[in-house]
């Protein structure tokens, strides 16, 4: 297994540039934004809009988020900014279901390792 580290995006430029600039793609539950990357590391950004809910409501979308990543992280091929962000069907659904997502999203995109 690579050596690689992980960092999140928190700069607001970083966020612009990616939102400009990036690779899309989206599936029922999450949206998937990436840019390939020079470095040997991962960089990840979490996305829930305000249009989705109250704070509480996008707090939890974002834990989804994270803990959906967390499990997929280490079959990520290294050398990318990813952000994902969650749609509206997403906010009901559970955390297998957007890893399950998130899988076939990488996949569809070439982006995981094997």
């Excluded at 992980?6 to 934004?33: A, H, M, N, P, Y």
């Excluded at 899988?103 to 982006?111: A, E, F, S």
């Amino acid at each position: 297994m690579p050596d690689l580290s992980l960092s999140r995006i928190t700069k607001g430029w970083e966020f612009d540039l990616l939102f400009r600039t990036g690779i899309r793609t989206q599936g029922e539950l999450v949206r998937l934004l990436y840019l390939r990357n020079e470095s040997c590391s991962i960089q990840v950004g979490f996305v829930v809009s305000k249009r989705l809910g109250k704070a509480n409501v996008r707090n939890r979308g974002r834990r989804i988020l994270r803990e959906a990543f967390r499990q997929v992280q280490t079959q990520i091929t290294p050398g990318l900014k990813i952000i994902l962000s969650l749609k509206d069907n997403g906010l009901n659904a559970k955390t297998q279901d957007i890893h399950r997502e998130l899988i076939n999203l990488l996949r569809r995109k070439k982006l995981l390792i094997t």
